[in-house]
C-alpha cells in the first residue's frame, strides 16, 4: 500500500502559473499512471489530466501533467491562471498490488 | 453522453442500512467495471469499492470490507451499493464512477453523487 501526499493548499494571481505536487510514499510514481481531478465547490469531480500527461477532449492546454522519479512524485501545472481554476484538486493513483484506488488528500487552488 | 445518477441516499441512524443506486446510460454498461467513491462533509476523496464488468471480481476499502455490498445488473444498467451496520464516519456524498480500464484504471465519469446521513 502507499499514500498520495500533496500539499493542503495553493494560491497564485491570475496569469500565473501553478503546480501543485503529488508524492507517492512507496514504491516508484512510475509503477501506476498518476491522474488527476479538479472539483469545483458543489459539484462532482471530473479528470483534468489522465495518464501522467493526458488531456481529456475539452479540458484546456493550460493544463499539463507530468512525473518526476527523482523525487518520486507528480505535478500538474496550470499556466495562465484564471478564475474558473478555483476548485480542489486531487492526484490519484491505481495500487495494482492490492486492487485499489488510492487519492491524495486533495490541494485546495486559491487564484487571487 | 455518459450519464451517471445516484439515488437512495438519506438519513438513516447508526448501526441501520441503506442501499444506494446508480443507473448508467450512454455507454455500454456491462463493458466496463464501475466504482464507487465517497467524501465526508468538508474531506477528499475515498475510494470505497469496484466491481468488474461481469461482477467476477469485486474489491473494498478496509474501512467498509464486511459491512458494504457492491454488484451491479447489467440487464438494468445499474450499479448498487448495499450498506449495513453504518456508522457516523460513513456520512458522506456517495459518488458512482465509471471506470477505464484500458491503461491508467481511472474514473472517467462522474455521477453528481447522493448524500448518505448517519446520525441518530
Known amino acids: 500500500n502507499f499514500m498520495l501526499t500533496q500539499p493542503h493548499s495553493v494560491s497564485e494571481s491570475p496569469g500565473k502559473t501553478v503546480t501543485i505536487s503529488c508524492t507517492r510514499s512507496?514504491?516508484?510514481?512510475?509503477?501506476?499512471?498518476v491522474q488527476w481531478y479538479q472539483q469545483r465547490p458543489g459539484s462532482a469531480p471530473t479528470t483534468v489530466i489522465y495518464?501522467?500527461?493526458?488531456?481529456p477532449s475539452g479540458v484546456p492546454d493550460r493544463f499539463s501533467g507530468s512525473i518526476d522519479s527523482s523525487s518520486n512524485s507528480a505535478s500538474l501545472t496550470i499556466s495562465g491562471l484564471k478564475t474558473e481554476d478555483e476548485a480542489d484538486y486531487y492526484c490519484?493513483?491505481?495500487?495494482?498490488?492490492?486492487?485499489?484506488?488510492?487519492f491524495g488528500g486533495g490541494t485546495k487552488l486559491t487564484v487571487l | 453522453q455518459v450519464q451517471l445518477v445516484e439515488s437512495g441516499g438519506g438519513l438513516v441512524k447508526p448501526g441501520g442500512s441503506l442501499r444506494l443506486s446508480c443507473a448508467a446510460s450512454?455507454?455500454?454498461?456491462?463493458?466496463?467495471?464501475m466504482s464507487w467513491i465517497r467524501q465526508a462533509p468538508g474531506k477528499g476523496l475515498e475510494w470505497v469499492s469496484y466491481?468488474?464488468?461481469?461482477?467476477?471480481?469485486?474489491n473494498y476499502a478496509d474501512s467498509v470490507k464486511g459491512r458494504f455490498t457492491i454488484s451491479r445488473d447489467n440487464a438494468k444498467n445499474s450499479l448498487y451499493l448495499q450498506m449495513n451496520s453504518l456508522r457516523a464516519e460513513d456520512t458522506a456524498v456517495y459518488y458512482c464512477?465509471?471506470?477505464?480500464?484500458?491503461?491508467?484504471?481511472?474514473?472517467?465519469?462522474w455521477g453528481q453523487g447522493t448524500l448518505v446521513t448517519v446520525s441518530s
Open positions: 490519484q493513483s491505481y495500487d495494482s498490488s492490492n486492487h485499489g484506488w488510492v
Open positions: 464512477a465509471k471506470v477505464d480500464t484500458a491503461m491508467a484504471y481511472y474514473f472517467d465519469y
Open positions: 495518464e501522467d500527461n493526458q488531456r
Open positions: 466491481i468488474s464488468s461481469s461482477s467476477s471480481y469485486t
Open positions: 512507496s514504491g516508484s510514481i512510475a509503477s501506476n499512471y
Open positions: 450512454g455507454f455500454t454498461f456491462s463493458d466496463y467495471y
